[in-house]
């Protein structure tokens, strides 16, 4: 069913020569066959198989109801659309409460096909990390704005303001690094904080609102076509608005832009 041709694969390893080089990458969601199939073949780079489906797909407030079996069977799909891209999926809330438990449900999304994993937290997350890293599963940490901690938190609110938080959070990223964390995935955290912790690390960055820095940057699908309703964030971009060659053009620009660094520009980040 595929009709674009396979193009070289991404891997961990593009994606740390991309760092090297100083190259920025695309990074998109995407949740289905079609999604996948067109973000990849588009020149996104990774796909995210993020628990925002909960949201954008299954129409919840919060990402809190997802479990595993809803992640397996979306990245299962992706899968079978992806045509190169690496693929992260995510493991939902309460899905990595112990490290048995991340190791256990790691396994069944690498089963579907996903290439690395994303877990939300700090420096608590460093064993866990260590854990799935010596059984050759690939971490990604989520950083920053975590919306599995969403009550916690106390509401979508930007992270690392305060400079003491900010330093700790450069700490446990390094810490997470350590531990063997290939990525660091940062949300809603001021610009300056997204330079200081993606000049600090070694392995790549990919900021979601955390400025033009990073050496990624991701976008949850439904937002950049403007598909999901109610009033976007202030990092978000509808790519598809004023595009004449639809969503196939929306993704080629978003990739484009990104390349080039012209995306996301001051209006879309956090002093
Ligand atoms: O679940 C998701 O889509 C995410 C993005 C917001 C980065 O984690």
Same mark, same amino acid.
């Given at each position: 069913m595929n009709s674009e041709p396979q193009r070289k694969p991404v891997s961990v390893n593009t994606l740390k020569r991309f760092k090297d080089k100083q190259e920025k990458f695309a990074c998109l969601t995407a949740y289905d066959y079609s999604s996948a199939h067109v973000v990849s073949a588009r020149g996104v780079d990774v796909i995210l198989v993020g628990d925002s489906l909960g949201m &954008?797909?299954?129409?919840?407030?919060?990402?809190?109801? &997802?479990?595993i079996d809803d992640v397996a069977y979306h990245t299962r799909c992706v899968n079978r659309g992806n045509r190169g891209a690496f693929v992260i999926a995510d493991l939902p809330?309460?899905?990595?409460?112990s490290e048995l438990k991340s190791l256990e449900n790691a396994a069944v999304l690498m089963r579907e096909g996903a290439q690395m994993v994303k877990l939300e937290g700090g420096a608590w997350l460093a064993d866990s990390t260590r854990l799935l890293v010596r059984h050759g599963i690939p971490v990604c940490a989520h950083m920053g704005l975590t919306p599995q901690s969403i009550n916690h938190l106390g509401g979508y609110r930007v992270q690392g303001r305060d400079p003491q938080k900010a330093q700790e959070m450069i700490d446990e990223a390094v810490i997470l690094q350590d531990a063997g964390a290939d990525l660091i995935l940062l949300e809603c955290v001021p610009l300056a904080l997204g330079r200081k912790i993606t000049e600090r690390l070694v392995v790549p960055v990919i900021g979601i609102g955390a400025g033009p820095h990073t050496d990624g940057q991701i976008m949850v699908l439904h937002d950049m076509l403007g598909l999901f309703p109610g009033r976007p964030a202030k990092?978000?971009?509808?790519?598809?608005?004023?595009?004449?060659?639809?969503v196939q053009g929306a993704v080629a620009d978003y990739v484009e832009a990104v390349k080039a660094g012209a995306f996301p520009a001051p209006e879309h980040c956090y002093e």
């Open positions: &954008v797909v299954q129409g919840h407030d919060s990402s809190l109801p &997802v479990t809330f309460m899905s990595y409460y990092f978000v971009k509808n790519f598809l608005q004023g595009q004449s060659n639809g």
